[in-house]
T-cell receptor, first 116, second 115 residues
């Protein structure tokens, strides 16, 4: 069965520091992988996605993620964090549901706090 | 217009009430979704309408009833809910449903409290 694991529930970084959020997935075939961000009480916004090709994916807001098949990982990185990056981050794998319908399976999320 | 609009933003209802959540998109997307998100948990898929055909997560209780009047509108009818149904209900849409790799556009959600 498909699953996503985000081992870090809560991370605190200083503004201007680098960031790496971890994500591991379990999926039988080549996965569709996503990172979404959610501000409190809001919906989710797509940061980036990986389908195939270049394993280093660039996203919005200066984020990037690297797909590593050998480690079943899709970690999210940002070289310099801004206070506005404080939010909950969800890694997700896209799967077919019922053979034809799109379904996102989310990890449990990582809550990012940014210290001034 | 790249927005998914959900109304109301907040809803408080009693266990005997009937209410509806509404969702609208004008991006020409052919798939629309309802997700339920409990506090400090990831979203969980409840229903999918793809080309106005319904797919159901069989673990969702029958007190939740989705409706898709047309490809731009999605409703979630609520009846006889329980306090444990209190959650953020998120609507999303995607251009299509092929292959599991579609980008989802999410609304900001309806925060539901059942008393």
């Amino acid at each position: 069965a498909q699953s996503v694991t985000q081992p870090d529930i809560h991370i605190t970084v200083s503004e201007g520091a680098s960031l790496e959020l971890r994500c591991n997935y379990s999926y039988g075939a080549t996965p569709y992988l996503f990172w979404y961000v959610q501000s409190p009480g809001q919906g989710l916004q797509l940061l980036l996605k990986y389908f195939s090709g270049d394993t280093l994916v660039q996203g919005i807001k200066g984020f990037e993620a690297e797909f590593k098949r050998s480690q079943s990982s899709f970690n999210l990185r940002k070289p310099s964090v801004h206070w506005s990056d404080a939010a909950e981050y969800f890694c997700a794998v896209g799967a077919l549901w019922g053979g034809a319908t799109n379904k996102l399976i989310f990890g449990t999320g990582t809550l990012l706090a940014v210290q001034p | 217009d790249t927005e998914v609009t959900q109304t109301p933003k907040h809803l408080v209802m009693g266990m005997t009430n009937k209410k509806s959540l509404k969702c609208e998109q004008h991006m020409g997307h052919r798939a629309m979704y309802w997700y339920k998100q409990k506090a400090k948990k990831p979203p969980e898929l409840m229903f999918v309408y793809s080309y106005e055909k319904l797919s159901i997560n069989e673990s969702v209780p029958s007190r939740f009833s989705p409706e898709c009047p047309n490809s731009s509108l999605l409703n979630l009818h609520l009846h006889a809910l329980q306090p444990e149904d209190s959650a953020l209900y998120l609507c999303a849409s995607s251009q299509d449903v092929a292959q599991g790799g579609e980008k989802l556009f999410f609304g900001s959600g309806t925060q539901l409290s059942v008393l």
